[in-house]
């Protein structure tokens, strides 16, 4: 594998996005962009809400992406434009980039990517840029739109800078840098776009990154479908919340455990320390913690704290207004998903005669328990996969972040065509707006490559 981003020369009249793409940026600036940025999204077949407890995952890059074009110029100032109306064009100075949380904006997603490269490359004198951008990634879908566009950004700014960063740096950088938005992520997004290779799946690990091959069985394809429910997880406190209570569980466990709990913020990182197995961290959860909801003030008085420490050590700024945690279920959750990813690409490598169903067997299990655990689907969601189900899909779950976004789904090559015929007309034509949106909600997907740079040949 490349270690940097592959630089390719394309006939750009030969591709229509690209063709497209050049002229909106001549009729818009009236010069030609000097370069194309590529960014995929991704769908993650197994490991949900585990990347940022510290935990494997396994996604593969998807077909659809964000694409960019841009010049370079002495200005000192960002230009950003969008195919899309709806986004409007935004300008700043490459030296006064500030970022509105309250405010997520599609362009603040881009300057996090910006920021990001500068201050990893310490970026003194930043040349301007010009940009127009083009998405084909459903947005607020789970499908990694957002983490794209900061990808996106990152690479436009290292290549605009005449830069060379390791795809792996890239992707640490990237992700890091989204919390500038509030997002506390993991990284699984953005290891993927930078990381993924034509045709593979991989599994991620973390600390540190390492990314390896995981074949696919054939006889099966995934298909994506959109719940056209959108959820933006810098808009809204679900995402946080999630990790704020896997963090406190993390340190009630070590407390218990008779480890210094205040160094301990992932479920992994304990369960390293502890040197257990995932089957005796979930034996530990049983024993410790209740399904019952925990109050701030049971909190603080099992760490022997006060609620103002909590505020302002444990607990981040978008979830301060939660009262109470369901520890035992987060956790249960990430120790049992942990184990499915494993097991997920041990039947992949093993390719035994029942792979297909052996893996769809897991699939449905991850969705339960992101349902019922982790509470991170929603009504339409949950019909959805039903749906998916009925309609001959082996293993179907929500994938992304959930409460809302996408579901993919394992169907059996011969099903393909009577599983979307089915899924048509029961999930998206009965409602009006669900079926105008549904060349773009409903598609099989296999595995894409990662970011890339182009040049007009």
């Known amino acids: 594998m490349e270690k940097n981003p592959p630089k390719i020369k394309v006939l750009i009249t030969a591709n229509e996005r690209l063709r497209k793409l050049k002229e909106a940026f001549l009729g818009k600036y009236e010069e030609s962009p000097l370069f194309?940025?590529?960014?995929?999204?991704?769908?993650?077949?197994?490991?949900?809400h585990i990347d940022y407890c510290g935990y494997a995952v396994l996604p593969m890059a998807i077909e659809q992406n964000i694409l960019a074009a841009v010049s370079v110029n002495n200005s000192q100032m960002i230009q950003l434009a969008n195919t899309d109306p709806k986004y409007k064009d935004f300008t700043i100075s490459v030296r006064g980039i500030t970022i509105?949380?309250?405010n997520p904006q599609w362009h603040y997603y881009f300057l996090c990517g910006v920021k990001g490269i500068q201050e990893q490359l310490s970026l003194s004198s930043q040349l301007g840029i010009r940009c127009v951008v083009d998405g084909t990634i459903p947005a607020s879908s789970g499908l990694s739109s957002s983490s794209a566009l900061v990808c996106c950004a990152g690479l436009v700014t290292m290549e605009a800078n005449q830069q060379s960063i390791s795809k792996a740096m890239l992707a640490e950088t990237c992700a890091?840098?989204?919390?500038?938005?509030?997002?506390?992520?993991?990284?699984?997004?953005?290891?993927?776009?930078?990381?993924?290779?034509?045709?593979?799946?991989?599994?991620i690990e973390f600390n540190p990154l390492r990314a390896t091959d995981v074949k696919l069985p054939g006889g099966a394809v995934f298909v994506i479908a959109n719940s056209c429910v959108e959820m933006n997880k810098a808009a809204s406190?679900?995402?946080?919340?999630?990790?704020?209570?896997?963090?406190?569980?993390?340190?009630?466990?070590?407390?218990?455990?008779?480890?210094?709990?205040?160094?301990?913020?992932?479920?992994?990182?304990?369960?390293?320390?502890?040197?257990?197995?995932?089957?005796?961290?979930?034996?530990?959860?049983?024993?410790?913690?209740?399904?019952?909801?925990?109050?701030?003030?049971e909190v603080c008085k099992i760490l022997g704290i006060n609620t103002?420490?909590?505020?302002?050590?444990?607990?981040?700024?978008?979830?301060?207004?939660?009262?109470?945690?369901?520890?035992?279920?987060?956790?249960?959750?990430?120790y049992t998903e942990a184990a499915r990813v494993l097991q997920f690409k041990a039947v992949c490598d093993l390719a035994p005669a029942g792979a297909v169903l052996q893996l769809g067997k897991l699939m449905n299990q991850s969705h339960a328990s992101c349902r019922d655990l982790y509470e991170c689907s929603c009504p339409e969601l949950d019909q959805l996969v039903n749906i998916c189900l009925q309609a001959g899909a082996v293993g179907s779950r929500l994938t992304g972040a959930g409460w809302g976004g996408c579901t993919v789904s394992m169907v059996p090559t011969e099903r393909m065509d009577s599983f979307l015929q089915t899924v048509k007309e029961l999930y998206y034509m009965p409602d009006a707006r669900r079926a105008a949106l549904i060349k773009q909600s409903l598609f099989a997907t296999r595995p894409g490559g990662g970011a890339t740079i182009f040049t007009e040949e």
Not at 36 to 48: H, K
Not at 189 to 202: H, M, N, R, V, Y
Not at 324 to 334: C, E, I, K, N
Request: aromatic residues 6%; contains cysteine; proline residues 2%.
């Open 36 to 48: 194309y940025a590529c960014a995929p999204g991704r769908v993650n077949l197994i490991g949900e």
């Open 100 to 102: 509105d949380r309250e």
């Open 176 to 203: 890091k840098c989204e919390r500038y938005i509030g997002t506390e992520g993991g990284g699984m997004d953005q290891s993927i776009s930078f990381l993924a290779e034509e045709g593979k799946a991989k599994m």
């Open 308 to 334: 103002e420490q909590l505020s302002v050590n444990i607990v981040s700024a978008n979830t301060r207004h939660v009262s109470h945690f369901r520890l035992y279920q987060r956790a249960r959750h990430v």
């Open 237 to 297: 406190s679900h995402f946080n919340i999630r990790v704020v209570e896997c963090r406190i569980a993390t340190k009630v466990l070590a407390k218990v455990s008779g480890l210094d709990w205040s160094s301990f913020q992932k479920l992994g990182d304990l369960q390293t320390e502890l040197g257990l197995s995932l089957e005796k961290m979930l034996e530990l959860v049983e024993e410790v913690l209740h399904p019952e909801p925990y109050s701030r003030d």
